[in-house]
């Protein structure tokens, strides 16, 4: 997946791209901005999902590292359609900060996307590096939010 910013649109496209078991390459760009580092998931039947922090401030992408306001989103694209029906299917509102961590394992032995995420801390202003990296912040709690897919 790539995240570019179109100066001529003045916005931010996703594109994914995925390759499917014949060596084919589809290609697919997102209708909306696909966040903070997304992750995707393809289920054994050929599914896709992708969970990502939706940021509120998508101008943000271009030049902060850390996020402190988005919300965990999912998307879904079925292998039928070949990848081309993706869907918002939820969105788990925050405030979480920076990147959703989802696990490969239990959603391929288990088929449950589970996602660890980590509430923002409650103070308001820019974040920097050092009080994340260095602990000299708050901490705040992770949450794991288990999806059940049919």
């Known amino acids: 997946m790539t995240v570019d910013y179109n100066s001529q649109a003045g916005e931010y496209t996703a594109t994914l791209e995925m390759q499917n078991t014949s060596g084919w390459w ?9 966040g903070s580092r997304p992750k995707l998931f393809i289920c054994q039947n050929g599914d896709a999902f992708l969970i ?3 940021v509120r401030n998508p101008i943000a992408l271009g030049y902060n590292l850390y996020f ?4 965990l989103t999912i998307c879904a694209a079925s292998a039928q359609s070949n990848w081309t029906d993706w869907q ?6 925050g405030l979480f900060l920076n990147e959703m961590l989802g696990d490969p ?13 980590q509430q923002s801390p409650t103070y ?9 990296s260095n602990g000299a912040g708050q901490s705040t709690p992770l949450r794991i939010i288990d999806f059940f897919l049919d």
Do not use: C, N, T
């Open 52 to 54: 990502y922090q939706s």
């Open 124 to 132: 308001a202003g820019p974040v920097r590096k050092d009080v994340i």
């Open 105 to 117: 394992y239990r959603f391929e032995q288990e088929q449950v996307l589970s996602v660890m995420v």
């Open 88 to 93: 918002i299917i939820h969105v788990e509102p």
């Open 26 to 34: 589809h290609y697919y760009e997102m209708p909306w901005i696909a």
């Open 68 to 71: 402190i306001d988005g919300d």
